[in-house]
């Protein structure tokens, strides 16, 4: 691992318990409301209901500056953000704070949502159709990107934005000298570095 990296300790074993929730409630969310549940992009406002919590949607100056809200049984997002990737993330968030409960951390919502919008199954099988199932360095994966628009389509599948996409693809273990489960650690600096790498269009 490159000495850049940070490293916390019980980081890693967190994720991977986020993950094994989510699939939980993916499973419980098709086991009461049919497949449809399971599909991508993930109907996450119906998946937020079959699990309990309606989903709000109110004027953006109602949030007082949030991004979201939640009680225990309702969910609300601004109806002003035209960018529905956004408030997909942030209904997908919330419900995060829901099922993880009052000690969750913000990193441990944003693992939750990158969780549920994106299946790392789906992923897999949408490289290997490319042939793209190896794991590379994120310039690499910019030069994909130019060459194929791979990252393009995995966004438009899952109905999210780059930063998620990317982070995602790091925590899958898609990123070299990037630790499964470790983007949380990093922040934004993955996305920046691959929309740098991206922005010189060509591999390095
Ligand atoms: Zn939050």
Redesign the pocket.
């Known amino acids: 691992m490159k000495s850049n990296l940070i490293d916390i300790p019980g980081m890693t074993q967190r994720l991977q318990e986020i993950h094994d929730t989510t699939n939980a409630l993916i499973d419980e969310a098709i086991a009461r409301g049919g497949q449809s549940m399971g599909q991508v992009p993930r109907p996450i406002d119906a998946i937020a209901s079959i699990l309990g919590s309606h989903v709000h949607r109110a004027p953006e100056t109602l949030l007082h500056g949030n991004?979201?809200l939640c009680t225990e049984t309702a969910i609300v997002v601004p109806d002003t953000d035209g960018r529905h990737w956004v408030q997909r993330f942030t209904v997908a968030?919330?419900l995060g704070?829901q099922w993880l409960g009052p000690t969750a951390e913000?990193w441990e919502?944003n693992a939750f949502a990158g969780s549920i919008l994106i299946p790392s199954e789906d992923v897999h099988r949408e490289l290997d159709r490319r042939h793209l199932n190896q794991a590379a360095t994120l310039s690499r994966w910019a030069y994909y990107e130019t060459c194929t628009g791979v990252i393009t389509h995995l966004v438009r599948r899952y109905g999210v934005g780059y930063n998620a996409m990317i982070r995602a693809l790091a925590d899958y273990g898609w990123v070299v000298n990037v630790a499964p489960w470790t983007s949380a650690c990093h922040g934004d600096r993955l996305y920046e570095e691959y929309e740098h790498y991206y922005r010189q269009g060509r591999p390095r």
């Open positions: 991004k979201g968030h919330e704070h913000e919502c």
